[in-house]
Structure formats: structure tokens, C-alpha cells
């Protein structure tokens, strides 16, 4: 196979050699030979074929350039006669010579799979110079196509390494070093990818690592344009090769350009601290990170403070619960009030699921590789919330137990005793505990003042209000009665700001600076402090404002607000608890009423979560009336509470059940005609309600649904609406009155102009036996004189149907089952249909595919209808 070593070259020699070293070579534009690498026998399939070059005259015919004339002495090209034609044909010439260089990756991996199939032994440093010469092209596309293959062709090689030696540190190595330098920054980023693909497949060692690509990427941190590609790498790397050789090599290096003067070089690190956080140590995270997480919080640029609050939840998931209720909630709770409007966003939209890390019916809450965060039960079960931050987390970041240290861990018993989010880590060592206590207390300290700042900031920017400056005093009496409404108002809201919290610790844990003098973190502290108070009393007030977006919106968009509380509420309402409700009911029912139709879906779609952890009664009394109004909304809402229609439903009363029983038809009109997958997604949920009632109800209401569904226009509806009736055939085969009545409304279908009702009929007889939803009795009884009568059918559809129902479905049951005389009648009559005009009805009902025109028998002329 020859791989193209230039877009500029010309053959010099025809000869091929079979063997041995390739003799021929081509001469580029810029006077270099470049041989031509022939493969030894066997010869190599290499696809694409257009690619493989057999011999000199098909190489030439791709060069936009005639063949060298070699002389003795001198060189001379022939002169080519330049016209409109020629010049036109040599322009796709170039363009596919041009489009196989980009394809140089493709062709790498091709070659050295079917050299190690066939255990061809390669001439490695060859084929490299001509892939070394490609690479030093400027074209993007070359880069890209080259880093996105290299992977696959180290895993080839490692895999075979007997056949190409070390080719990656000898050779492709180099080339990726090369592009993660690259101007264009696609290929930086393919590159990058490329390392990291190979970092997870154990292909780069810690010796690699540490001697050639950390070279790079301090390489690629001292430069202003190349600055974001060499923290990414950084970062991302930091998880995959363990906690000390990121201490080691990365952690100083990280920590300097945290405190760069450049306010996006400290963003970007910000953005990326989760990984790092991920990829220490306990210790060095206490004692290194977090500290400088603290001051890139307090940092004069708004675009740094919003950075670390996208990343304050991956953070949190590093932290001990301690850390994370004593210093991150004082943390958020400074950039809930922060002076930019976009760290405030930034800050609303992270509390609600930075408010569910308290939940006690978990041990453990980390993300993972999809950026959920993923929350594991005492019973180890999963239950995940989709926390959305593009770029922030790494792959290999979740669930990983490295960021614990295995060390640190106290008893299993100290685990029991109490609860917590994640496996606390208790410190063995009474002067560590220490330690971390002190600077528990210096992080607060500094936290504490950073706030009050703030607040400093906001009295003196309020002494400037053009009210206390510009007022003019009315010369008018004041009204009594306002004046005395006011009062009643201010002492009522007085009145009304008591804890959300029901609490049943003590006291002494209750307060932070309690807390903080405890001399260890031990168990039965822990268990006190969970006790007294579940979330900081300060995050649920702020999560509560979110409901009414002109108590927290400011000058920030009202509409975003709300609809993350919605969002969030199902995972506040479960770490709270049911006894709690009654402080969130409020603002539950403020957001089922917001003008915005988006937070009503998004109540729609997670009112059944919260119907689950309120239990039946709290559902019926504050759940089901917001659930009757979601009814009568928009389709976009109401496609919430159709979804888990079925799940909400088991969670009421019978009696209460019963009464959406008529509501059920309502979902049937939609506010367009043509949202099919509304009506599929109604015989979904009906299949799986069936069971929750009695067949008398059933046969009142849900019956009439299944047969109008079972009419649709549209065959996914059709196809659900089999299944339904199907369940309800079953449902009702206790109770022989209303089980003839479902026969007759079915055999209905066949008795219309319309010839898929008619098809449907086939259907259901079909899907009736398969399911054993039918006995045979009742078949030959009800159902199969009607089948055979429809298998006369006009329309061909409609007998190929009937055809495969009576061959595949019935037949197969067998006479005992059927009846002999009913088995005999069904024999005749697939007898016919092996004569049947259509040709794939008589295929389908066992007869031959070519039969002599006049052996056919016409379809009878009187159809079903007829009788109308």
C-alpha cells in the first residue's frame, strides 16, 4: 500500500518490488525524496481501495501532474498545454489527492490491523517519517484526523507489540505532543482527548507522564494563548493518575496560577477545581484547596465568584458533612447576596440540590460520568438528579473513593450511629482533629467577616439613595388607617418568620460556635448535631423566596428563578421530610399558580415523586386539588402528569381513584389534532391502571377509551391500544356479561368502511392468543367466526393479516385447544387463501409464490358492510 507523503508529488520510477526495502521514491516540490512504502507479502487489504495503489500508472493518474521524463545529465519536465479542459480536470484531481492526506489517520489504523491479523512485521521507522511529514502539514483536518486515530492504532500496537516495537514512546508520542502545542484549538482539544483516552486505558505510564507531558503542559501554562488548554489537561488528567503523582506534579503549578494576577487565569482555575478537589488527598485538600477555594470565592471579579459556584457542588461532594454545614452553607449563603445579579443566578440555581446533600436517607452523594448527581441509599439503591454544569466535571470523577482516604476512616459503628451524606472521615489522630478544628474556625472567621463586607458595601451604597436626598415631605396629614394597617402587617410577618425546621436536639448543637469548640468529630456529635437541625435554617429561606421571584430576583431574569425551585423541590422535600411540608406547602402552591407555563411542567412532571414521600394523606389533602387544575392546562403541562398518571394514582385512596375515572377522557382532546404521542402516551398509562380498578369501572370508563384508541389514525397509538385491550380482555374474563360486551364493540371494528379497523380486528385476535389473554373456547366462540369471515376480505392488507393470525397464532394451539370442527374450518380456509390472488397472502398462508393464473381464486365480492 503507498500512503501519500506530500500534496505536491510526482513518481519517479514504475518498478515494485515485492520484497525487501521499497526502491522507488517521489520527488516533492520542495526537492525532498520520499519513499514509497510498500507492504510486504501477504499483501494488505486496506479499505478505502481507492487509497491502495498497485502500480505506478494508478498512482500518476491521481497527481495533477505528467510523468518525470529522466534524462542522462539533465531533468526535464514536459511541458504541459494549459487549456480550459485540462485545467478543469486537474482541480478534482487535487481535491481527492487532497481529501485521501486527510484521511491519514483512517489509513493508519487500516494498515496496522491488517498487519497484526496477519502478523506482518511493518518497517516501523518508515512508515512513521512519512506519517511525521504528513503531520508537519498545517491543514486542521490532517490534525484532527490523526489525533482522533492514534488511540486506536496504540491499542492495535500495545496489543501485538512483538510486530511494531514501542512504537508510541518511539514515535506517535511525539506526534501527540506536537498537536497538544497546535495553534488550531480543535485539535488541541482532539489531542487532548487523545491523552486522556490513553491515560484510562493504562497506555501512558507515570514515568511518561511526569517526564514528557507535564513538560508540555507547563509549557502550555506559561502562555497567554495556550493558557486554558494546559489547566483543562491539567485538570482532567488529575483524576486518572492518582492522588500522589497530582500532588506531586500538578498541585504547586495549580496553585500559583489560582493566584495569578490575570482574573482569567484564576476563572479558569476556578472552574476547575472540582477535578482537582476529586484528585487529592483529605489532607492536602483541607489544607491546600479548600484555602484557596475560600479566597477565589472572595474574589473582586464577579466572573471568578460565579466560577466557583458552578463548581461548589462538585466541591461539596469532597467535603465532610461538617465542612460542607459549617463553612460551604456560609459560603452560598454570601453569594445568594452578592452584588452581581450573575452570581446570584448562579448561586439560587446550585441551593436546591446543594440543600438535598442533607438528606439523611443517604450515605454517599458524588456525580458521575453524566453529570448526575448520583445519591446512594442505606439500602445502596441509586436515586439521581440531574445537576447540569457543561465542562466542569471530569469523566472519571464520579463515585471515586480515592478522594476519601482509606486511612482516615473511623469503625463501621461510628458510621451507624449516625447520619450522614457521605462516609465521614474521623480523625484517629487527636492533633489532626485539632488542626482541622482551627482552621475550621479561621475559614469561618474569614467567611464571617467577607459578609459583613458586604453588608458594609451595601450600607454605604444605600446612603447614596436619591430618596433620603431628593424627598420632599407632603404637606398632608397621614391617613390612621394606613398607618395602623402597616403596624398590623409588620408584626403579623413578625409573627409569621418562625423556624421552618421542626427540631428535637439539644440546643448546644444547634449553634455553630458550639459546635466549632468540640475537641473531635466524633460520631455521637455528629448524630446530635444531624437531630437538631437537617439544613442550615438560612439556605431554606432563601430556597422558600425562590417561589415568589420578586423577593429574590432583583434585576435578574423572574422567570429563571422560580423555575429552578420547581426543579429542585421533589429533592428539598425529601430531605426535609414529610413532617415538614407544612413550611413548603406555601411555596409549592405558589409555583403550581406561576404565570410561567415551563414551572408548571416542571411541577407536572415531579408531582408524583413528592405524592410518594408525603404518603396518602398529605397527597389528598394539598396534592390532588394542584392535580386537577394540571389537568385543565396546557398540553406541555399536562403531558407532565400523564407520564405518571398510573404512578400517582396507586397512591390514592380507591375512593379518591375513582374520581379521575371520568377525567380520563380529557386527555383524549389536545390542544393540536396531531400530537399522536400524547394519545400513545394516555394508552401507556392506561395499560398500567387497569388493574387498579374493578371491572364494572373498568368496563364504564376505560373500555370506550381503549376501543377509540384502538381507531387511531396513527399506528403507534394502534399498536399500544393492541396491548391495552389485550389487558382488558384479561381483566374482565372473570365476569361473563361484560366480557361478551367487550366482544361485541370489538367485532364492531370489522363492520366499517374503513379497512385498517378492519385490520385491527386481525390484530387483536393475534395478540389475544399470544398473550394467553383468551381462552379457546371463548375464541372459537366469540372471535374466529368473524376472523374467517374478514379473511375474504377486498383489501389484500387486510387477508395478509388474517393469513398470518390463522397460521401463526392459531393453527399452532392445536385442535384441543381450538375444537376439532373449529380447526377443521380454519385448515379450509388457509386451504383458500394458498390460492389467493395477492401473492404475499399466499406466501404468508403456506402455498407457493408463482401460481398459474387460473388456479387463483377472486376474493368474494359482499364485504361486512354490505350489511349496512
Known amino acids: 500500500m503507498a500512503l501519500v507523503a506530500s500534496r505536491y508529488t510526482t513518481e519517479r520510477h514504475s518498478t515494485m518490488e515485492t520484497s525487501g526495502p521499497p526502491q522507488e521514491v517521489r520527488h516533492t516540490c520542495s526537492g525532498v525524496c520520499v ?84 502478523g506482518t512485521k511493518l518497517n516501523v521507522s518508515e512508515v512513521m517519517h512519512v506519517v511525521r511529514q504528513i503531520a508537519d502539514d498545517t491543514d486542521a483536518q490532517i490534525g484532527l484526523d490523526l489525533m482522533e486515530h492514534i488511540p486506536h492504532v496504540v491499542m492495535i500496537c500495545h496489543e501485538t507489540p512483538h510486530l511494531f516495537d514501542n512504537i508510541f514512546h518511539n514515535h506517535l508520542l511525539d506526534i501527540i505532543i506536537r498537536y497538544l502545542q497546535d495553534q488550531d484549538n480543535q485539535v488541541r482539544m482532539m489531542a487532548q482527548t487523545a491523552v486522556l483516552t490513553l491515560t484510562k486505558k493504562g497506555l501512558i505510564d507515570n514515568t511518561t507522564i511526569e517526564g514528557k507531558l507535564c513538560p508540555v503542559i507547563e ?41 495569578d494576577k490575570e482574573f482569567y487565569t484564576r476563572k479558569f482555575c476556578a472552574s476547575h477545581l472540582g477535578e482537582l478537589c476529586a484528585a487529592v488527598g483529605r489532607k492536602t485538600l483541607f489544607r491546600k484547596l479548600f484555602p484557596i477555594f475560600v479566597d477565589l470565592c472572595s474574589d473582586k471579579v464577579w466572573g471568578v465568584r460565579k466560577a466557583c459556584v458552578d463548581v461548589m457542588m462538585p466541591v461539596s461532594c469532597c467535603m465532610t458533612l461538617q465542612h460542607r454545614r459549617l463553612l460551604l452553607a ?18 439560587f440555581q446550585i441551593l436546591g440540590p446543594f440543600i438535598s446533600t442533607f438528606a439523611k436517607q443517604f450515605t454517599e452523594v458524588t456525580y458521575n460520568q453524566h453529570g448526575e448527581l448520583v445519591f446512594t441509599s442505606q439500602q445502596d439503591n441509586r436515586f439521581s438528579i440531574r445537576y447540569s454544569y457543561e465542562g466542569i466535571f471530569p469523566t472519571k470523577c464520579a463515585i471515586r473513593s480515592h478522594t476519601l482516604d482509606m486511612e482516615d476512616h473511623s469503625s463501621k459503628d461510628n458510621f451507624n450511629s449516625s447520619v ?15 488542626e482541622d478544628i482551627s482552621t475550621m474556625r479561621a475559614y469561618k472567621s474569614k467567611i464571617q467577616r467577607k459578609q459583613l463586607k458586604n453588608d458594609q458595601t451595601l450600607d454605604h451604597t444605600e446612603n447614596f439613595n436619591s430618596f433620603l436626598y431628593y424627598y420632599v415631605e407632603p404637606d398632608l396629614p397621614l391617613d390612621d388607617e394606613l398607618v395602623e394597617a402597616a403596624r398590623r402587617s409588620a408584626a403579623q410577618n413578625n409573627v409569621d418568620r418562625k423556624p421552618l425546621i421542626s427540631t428535637t436536639a439539644s440546643s448546644k448543637a444547634s449553634s455553630l460556635d458550639a459546635a466549632l469548640k468540640e475537641d473531635k468529630y466524633a460520631a455521637d456529635d455528629i448524630k446530635n448535631f444531624n437531630d437538631q437541625e437537617i439544613v442550615p435554617q438560612h439556605l431554606i429561606d432563601s430556597f422558600l ?12 431574569s423572574p422567570g429563571d428563578i422560580p423555575h429552578h425551585c420547581a426543579f429542585s423541590f421533589p429533592a428539598v422535600v425529601l430531605t426535609l421530610g414529610r ?8 411555596a409549592y402552591q405558589s409555583l403550581a399558580s ?24 398529605l397527597t389528598i389533602a394539598d396534592l390532588v386539588p394542584i392535580y386537577d387544575g394540571f389537568i385543565k392546562d396546557l398540553d406541555e403541562v399536562r403531558i407532565g402528569i400523564l ?11 380507591p375512593a379518591v381513584r375513582l374520581q379521575y375515572l371520568p377525567k380520563l377522557r380529557e386527555f383524549l382532546t389536545t390542544d393540536n389534532e396531531w400530537n399522536w404521542r400524547f394519545r400513545e402516551e394516555l394508552a401507556t398509562q392506561l395499560l398500567d391502571i387497569v388493574n387498579l380498578f374493578d371491572p364494572v369501572d373498568v368496563t364504564r370508563f376505560i373500555v370506550e377509551l381503549a376501543i377509540d384508541l384502538l381507531r387511531d389514525k396513527y399506528a403507534a397509538v394502534r399498536h399500544v391500544a393492541l396491548s391495552l385491550v389485550t389487558q382488558i380482555v384479561a381483566h374482565l374474563s372473570n365476569d361473563r356479561r361484560l366480557e361478551k360486551g367487550l366482544f361485541r364493540k370489538l367485532k364492531c371494528l370489522v363492520f366499517t368502511r374503513n379497512w385498517v379497523r378492519r385490520q385491527m380486528f386481525a390484530f387483536v385476535c393475534a395478540n389475544l392468543i399470544s398473550k394467553n389473554a383468551i381462552s379457546g373456547y371463548k375464541f372459537s366462540q366469540e372471535m374466529l367466526p368473524t376472523l374467517l369471515q374478514i379473511s375474504s376480505d377486498k383489501v389484500p392488507n387486510v387477508r395478509l393479516v388474517v393469513a398470518r393470525t390463522l397460521s401463526k397464532n392459531v393453527i399452532p394451539m392445536g385442535s384441543e385447544w381450538l375444537g376439532v370442527k373449529q380447526a377443521e374450518e380454519v385448515e379450509n380456509r388457509l386451504r383458500e387463501m394458498r390460492l389467493d390472488p395477492d401473492r404475499d397472502v399466499r406466501v404468508i398462508a403456506g402455498g407457493e409464490e408463482n401460481v398459474p393464473s387460473d388456479m387463483l381464486l377472486p376474493p368474494k365480492t359482499k364485504q361486512p358492510w354490505d350489511i349496512f
Not at 423566596?545 to 435578574?556: H, I, L, T, V
Not at 413532617?579 to 406555601?586: G, I, M, T
Not at 404565570?595 to 404518603?615: D, F, M, P, Y
Request: proline share 5%; hydrophobic share 35%.
Open 35 to 118: 519513499p514509497i512504502i510498500r507492504a510486504p507479502a501477504p499483501p494488505l487489504q486496506c479499505a478505502p481501495s481507492s487509497m491502495a495503489h498497485t502500480g505506478s500508472r494508478h498512482a500518476t493518474d491521481t497527481l495533477p501532474y505528467d510523468r518525470v521524463k529522466v534524462k542522462r545529465g539533465k531533468k526535464k519536465v514536459r511541458k504541459r498545454h494549459v487549456h480550459r479542459a485540462s485545467s478543469q480536470h486537474a482541480i478534482p484531481r487535487y481535491e481527492e489527492h487532497h481529501d485521501q492526506i486527510q484521511r491519514i489517520g483512517r489509513m493508519l489504523v487500516e494498515v496496522f490491523r491488517t498487519a497484526a491479523n496477519n
Open 219 to 259: 509549557t502550555l501554562c506559561t502562555s497567554i494563548d495556550l493558557l486554558n488548554s494546559g489547566i483543562s489537561l491539567m485538570c482532567k488528567m488529575a483524576p486518572l493518575i492518582g492522588k500522589e503523582l497530582t500532588e506531586k506534579i500538578f498541585l504547586d503549578r495549580y496553585i500559583a496560577l489560582c493566584e
Open 330 to 347: 456560609e459560603l452560598l449563603a454570601t453569594h445568594l447576596n452578592d452584588e452581581s445579579k450573575w452570581v446570584r443566578m448562579s448561586a
Open 420 to 434: 450522614i451524606i457521605q462516609k465521614p472521615i474521623l480523625e484517629d489522630d487527636e492533633d489532626e482533629s485539632q
Open 545 to 556: 423566596s425562590m417561589a415568589e421571584p420578586e423577593q429574590c430576583s432583583g434585576d435578574m
Open 579 to 586: 413532617e415538614n411540608w407544612p413550611y413548603l406547602k406555601q
Open 594 to 617: 406561576a404565570n410561567q407555563w415551563k414551572v408548571r411542567r416542571t411541577l407536572a412532571s415531579s408531582i408524583h415523586e413528592i405524592a410518594i414521600i408525603l404518603g396518602e394523606e
Open 643 to 653: 407520564k405518571h398518571l398510573a404512578t400517582f394514582l396507586k397512591i390514592l385512596k
